[in-house]
């Protein structure tokens, strides 16, 4: 491959490449869309936060609307929508049979894919015991539970572990539907689970979600392994041809902050998942089942009919993307947003505090922030009224879980002990309120924010009423989110009895539940109702999503950590990462891919010169530092932009701590370049 000097301009948003002559269209084809850099969010990071609603609005409405050059493989598209319902199908054949100790529905991912796969298994077994069906659905997420609540990136570059996480799951079952997500096409931990399942298919259903078209997969060699991503895609596209997997790639455009996948990525996951299940919960107590109905022809309109369900779920969600963002607007949530990047160039921290399943996405947000950002873990929090009880992982609390053995604590001293218990308390892994309430509310200054989530105004915890007025006596940025599940509520909204600052979300969603339940001759059933209180929660679930995402992301923003679009603070702690830190260097400091490696190199070890022998470690071992080290790529951008030594580098940087300053102070940069990442 050439190693590309590319650049982007501003006014004709035109990516060139200076060294062959190559525009956008010629690098389409090798450039992964969910890698490339968003033109509509060039100037981001100078915006101001009511601005970056609106473009983070714009960036969402590409979900829908397509993005050229590949518009006809949108969301909408004839063969996404015939996926969605195949899979339904066949998860309804799970789902009928009630033995989930033979067979299951298994989702699983890295990072945001693997929350949203626990998020959406977690969500349907619930539903599924209202219903007296045994829960059915599997979650598998690249480190275990720890990484559902922190950074755990490096099992993701292990197809061999996902192998074995995926058969510890499946052992003893005769059927299993399996969604591996993977945004990009890229997660070797995916990979090779997929290629497990089709070497398997007596057994396995294989399903690939992500948002690339096939060709982009990720064709770099996995460490370890003979195949890559791109060479499994291929399989599995001949397994589709048979009818023996399926591949969901709808392409969403560019993400909002370059290669951020939370943000769209996590949102069509979140969705279509939901959609797949929702589906096929339906075809329950449908009238007509597909092996009743012997005709063929007759069998081809059932499908239609749910690929029509599919459709009108899609509009609910994209109705709901439409409405949240000049909504929160109105109600003032660039405000909010402002008093998170406050907090945090203040030195403070901003705080969640939520309950079921809006604390749960508060979690999610949380634990994205680190790997995303390079923030610490400490920035940004997640707490849930009922902690691990609401949660509900596999592995249980996972606090208690990490103290030592009784016989190890016994012969510690007092201090020691005290100690140890004080760490404990500010534990990552400590996501109850009552953590919150105990060890966190004391430490709460003035810089500090705190954002209360619900999905109700007029029903409000007495846990979190209590909570909310303590918090108000020690803290003056207080702000509660409340995305209504019913629009409808006619009750008194207590809201503002509470907190001094609401962002109230309705939409509107009773249209689009009322097409997706319609049948003819069909008479009511329990998913009448239960249906309807789903589809109603996943859409106010998304609403909070959205508003998360929203003041994550523009708090950190405004702290420095985005330069244009790109995030350049970024922890290399897996090879995806590390790669992509090589090319910000590259573009940023306008130099070659040799000079970038040196330059991330000399920061990522401290040292002045990169020997040969350094060049040579493998790239895990230097994935495995810099899921430790701070500021590695802004210091790498100043090492490879200017002729210094490493300590002269850090000094620049605590200068100027925020990247567009210290380079335009450094390049005199007037024409910004953009990055263009690898698969």
Known sequence: MNHFNTMFCLGCHL????????????????????????????????????????????????????????KSNNIFSEQLIFNLQKVSERVFDILKKKSPACESVVFSGCGTSGRIGFLTARSFNNLLT??????????????????????????????????????????????????????????????????????????????????????????????????????????????????????????????????????????????LLEIIMLNALRQLTSTLEPEDVADEGAQQALSADGAIRCTHLLRMYEEVCKDTYPQALSEGLHKVIDWAGGSLNAGGHVYYLGIDDTGLLGLVDASECPPTFGAEVSDVRGFVFGGYTTLGNKEGDLVIKSFPPVQELVPIIDKMQQSYEHSQQDSKLEIGASHFSGAVYHSLGPSDLVIFLTSSGSELDACMKMLAQMVCCKCSQVVVLACYRDINDTKEDILSQYFPKVVRIRIPTTQYIRSFMEEKDKKMSWFDLLGVHAARRFASELSCKLLLNAISTGAHIQKGKVYHNLMVD??????????????????????????????????????????????????????????????????????????????????ILLKFPVIRTALAQLCAVTSPPMVQFPP
């Open 570 to 651: 970024l922890k290399l702690s897996n090879s995806k990462l590390f790669r992509r830190g090589i090319e910000i260097v590259k573009s940023l400091a306008t130099c070659s891919e040799d000079t970038a490696l040196n330059a991330v190199l000399r920061a990522l070890y401290g040292t002045n010169v990169v020997s040969e022998e350094l060049r040579k470690v493998a790239v895990s071992e230097h994935t495995r530092v810099g899921s430790f080290k701070p500021k590695v790529i802004p210091t790498s951008i100043i090492l490879a932009s200017k002729s210094c030594l490493i300590h002269e580098a850090m000094e």
């Open 130 to 271: 209202n219903i007296d069906f045994k829960p059915c659905c599997e979650y598998i997420i690249a480190g275990d539970d720890k990484a559902l609540l922190t950074s755990q990136e490096a099992p993701e570059d292990s197809p061999q572990a996902g192998v074995k996480a995926l058969q510890q799951v499946c052992k003893k079952k005769k059927r299993v539907v399996y969604i591996g997500i993977s945004c990009g096409l890229s997660a070797p931990f995916v990979a090779g689970q997929l290629l497990y399942c089709m070497e398997h298919l007596d057994v396995f259903t294989p399903v690939l979600l992500g948002f690339n078209p096939v060709e982009q997969a990720r064709t770099q060699a996995i460490e370890g392994w003979s195949e890559t991503f791109l060479s499994v895609v291929e399989k599995l596209v001949d397994a589709q041809h048979a009818g023996k997997g399926f591949i969901i790639n709808p392409i969403l455009g560019p993400e909002a902050i370059t290669g951020s996948s939370r943000m769209k990525g996590g949102t069509a996951t979140k969705f």
């Open 15 to 70: 990516l060139y490449d200076c060294d062959t002559g190559e525009t956008m269209s010629d690098l389409a084809a090798k450039i992964p869309v969910t890698e490339t850099s968003n033109p509509l969010t060039v100037d981001i990071d100078i915006s101001t936060s009511y601005e970056l609603v609106n473009l983070l609005h714009r960036c969402d409405s590409q979900i829908f609307e397509g993005w050229d050059p590949y």
